[in-house]
């Protein structure tokens, strides 16, 4: 078995676990990143296929101003480009470039339910309002990516003025935390009005976050070269500075009373810090058990085992890559760039999952009944289509298009198809279903493909070994919550009961994305670089 001492060994090569990497590795420190998979991003990055690129996870970049001063603070440069996010309802459509664009949404809302004109208004008043919350977080740039010392001009002109305005605007938006389709119930009992607003928000999304959405479809960017540039600016950065990444391992022990973690495939690593940037189920999971820790350590980590057993992770993803022979060109006013596209205006309120669950909450053996089921539910959906060449031509040879085609599907439905043998004909059918939904608008769809590529949520947890396939951590549904969410407490977030480990990433903070796996990212670098320090004397 391979053997090897570093100050830090991070696990999950990630946007968290590179984030943290570059920042360490930068400070000095040796840092390994051990990573599952065969590439470096987890959600996010891009590969290639027939001189395609495509995105495997996150299809544009929100700043939130934390991403572009991070970037600049490591002197990472990156070109991006615009990404404007269009809203197709039925027949309708308006492109979200702007505050203003906003009553254009209005507008359609009002077009499409001409009986709820007055609670459009109240849910677009209450919009507006968090949108305000929200925009004193994004005001600034996030001061955790800025010089230090701070300048007194700084400090005085911008942070403590903004830290005035912070504090009482988190503190509102907190209070928010109802799930949005149950706040939008409040003005309305229009269950279809209610499905067009949310049904692609995760499930039991918190008001707060779910309608300062309208705020983030504005902050979209595209890298140039694809989400890819985002990891190999990182990685680059990481082993520039003498870090370093490996790949194909996959840990199966952290021994935290010799601070030792070892891979399946023979790796072995003793650290001073380690810094968890995976998925957290496995992290206690694979924990051995230390019988000379003290009694309170010991029973902190065995109260987290005990919060976090059961909980589930928040909706998985189900992608369609259609690699087509024609112009992107072709796509431009039905999708633009990026869009978030639903044809039926009934919405999912029409079908629950409990439609084809046994009374105990199992799901049914019918495969067919199933299989009913997902046409239904496709047909009702709201679909997110990202077409990268729109935004860089580079990414698809010229004459030729990638639609990406997204929707949230359930980790345990597929699961269960999965493990009833029909998997090849679910994939087949999926592909079947999207292929004959997107063909009502673009009635020459099926003539032009030339390839399809399937991802689940079996493809994630394959990659990453996210629990549930989730793609943004916890699920709201939780009571009691597994992580923190309050903004005012997230420096508290990269913390765990374990002796000399950190945590990062989305599961450690909730709403999570990009920005979040990031910042945790950073947060989680300051705290080990801190203990370091500390034992350094």
């Keep these: 078995m391979e053997k090897k001492q570093v100050d830090v060994v991070i696990v999950g090569a990630g946007m968290a676990g590179l984030t943290a990497a570059a920042y360490l590795s930068k400070a000095n420190y040796s840092v390994v990143v051990i990573e599952k998979d065969a590439s470096s991003g987890g959600l996010i990055g891009s590969f290639n296929v027939d001189g395609h690129l495509l995105d495997k996870g996150a299809r544009g970049i929100i700043d939130s101003g934390i991403i572009f001063p991070m970037l600049k603070q490591l002197n990472l440069e990156i070109e991006f480009l615009d990404n404007p996010i269009k809203i197709v309802l039925g027949k309708e459509s308006v492109d979200l470039v702007s ?26 008043d209450d919009i507006f309002k968090v949108m305000g919350y929200m925009d004193v977080l994004y005001g600034i740039e996030n001061p955790l990516f800025l010089p230090k010392p701070y300048s007194m001009e700084y400090l005085s002109k911008t942070l403590l003025p903004w ?77 520039e500075h003498g870090g370093q990444i490996i790949n194909e391992q996959e840990v199966n022990l952290l021994d935290s009373a010799i601070n030792l973690v070892t891979t399946k495939q023979g790796l072995s690593l003793h650290y001073k810090e380690c810094l968890w940037a995976g998925d957290t189920q496995s992290l206690y999971r694979l924990l051995k058990d230390d019988s000379s820790l003290p009694s309170k350590v010991k029973k902190s980590i065995q109260a987290t085992k005990t919060l976090i057993k059961d909980k589930k992770g928040a909706d998985s993803i189900l992608s369609l890559y259609l690699l087509v022979k024609a112009s992107p060109s072709r796509f431009l006013s039905t999708f633009g760039p ?74 345990h ?65 939780n009571k009691p919550f597994p992580a923190i969410f309050e903004f005012l407490k997230v420096s508290q977030s990269v913390k765990t009961p374990i002796p000399h480990v950190s945590q990062a990433g989305q599961w450690t903070f909730n709403p999570a994305g990009v920005p979040v796996a990031v910042l945790t990212g950073k947060l989680a670098a300051d705290a080990v670089e801190k203990k370091l320090k500390k034992r350094q004397g």
């Design 413 to 477: 439905l597929c699961k269960h198809i999965s493990d009833s043998g029909h998997y090849e004909a679910f994939k087949k059918l999926i592909t079947q279903v999207i292929i004959e939904y997107f063909s009502v608008e673009i009635e020459e769809l099926p003539s032009i493909i030339f390839k399809e590529i399937v991802a689940t949520p079996l493809t994630i947890v394959g990659r990453t070994n996210n629990h549930e396939g989730s793609v943004t951590g916890w699920s709201f549904a």
């Design 99 to 124: 505050k203003e664009s906003l009553l254009d949404y209005q507008k359609m809302l009002n077009k499409l339910f001409p009986d709820e004109v007055n609670n459009i208004q109240k849910i677009m």
């Design 163 to 239: 830290m005035i305005r912070f504090v009482p605007n988190m503190s509102k938006a907190m209070k928010m935390l109802d799930p949005v389709d149950d706040h939008l119930r409040k003005y309305t009992k229009n269950e279809s009005l209610v499905s067009m607003i949310m049904q692609h928000f995760f499930e039991k999304t918190p008001a707060f976050f779910g309608l300062s959405y309208f705020t983030l479809y504005m902050q979209y960017h595209y890298p140039k070269g694809a989400t890819q540039s985002m990891v190999n600016a990182l990685t680059q950065c990481i082993k």
């Design 338 to 411: 990026h869009s978030f596209y639903t044809q039926d205006l009934q919405g999912l309120n029409a079908i629950t999952i409990n439609d084809i669950k046994n009374a105990d909450g199992s799901f049914i053996d019918d495969i067919d009944t199933i299989f009913e089921w997902i046409k239904r539910y496709l047909w009702l959906n709201t679909f997110e289509v990202s077409i990268p060449s729109l935004r860089d031509p580079s990414c698809s040879p010229e004459g030729e298009t990638a639609l990406i085609i997204s929707t949230l599907f359930d980790y």
